[in-house]
């Protein structure tokens, strides 16, 4: 798994305290609710190397969506009953990078152009 995560060339940095970090200004957050129907939105757009923030808030107990996997980048992010978690990563390759819970039910994708 480690192996095909760096062939992917995809960062993640999880928590990362932003203030002395160089380079263009990040793009906005992308807030993200998890509700009963699942991600909303599940689908988010994303540019290669641009660093990409998920600002991610489960609102509803009701489902199995208690946290947030990507796979192909290594995340696996619980998430806590009405608390924003902010999820942090930046896609080195242009495509869909599929997200879900953990049994992927619930599905979404990052629309990597
Ligand atoms: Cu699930």
Redesign the pocket.
């Known amino acids: 798994m480690i192996a095909g995560r760096m062939a992917l060339g995809i960062l993640v940095a999880l928590e990362v305290a932003a203030g002395c970090r160089r380079g263009p200004a990040p793009a906005e957050p992308v807030k993200v609710i998890v509700t009963k129907n699942g991600w909303e939105p599940w689908k988010i757009p994303a540019r290669k190397g641009e660093k990409l923030v998920l600002l991610v808030t489960r609102t509803t107990d009701e489902?199995?969506?208690t946290e947030l996997v990507i796979p192909e980048a290594g995340v696996n992010v619980p998430l806590p009953l009405g608390k924003e978690v902010r999820i942090e990563l930046t896609p080195e390759r242009t495509g869909p990078l599929r997200f879900s819970?953990?049994?992927?039910?619930?599905q979404g994708v990052i629309e990597v152009r």
């Not at 819970?101 to 619930?106: S, T, V």
């Open positions: 489902t199995c969506a819970c953990a049994m992927k039910m619930f």
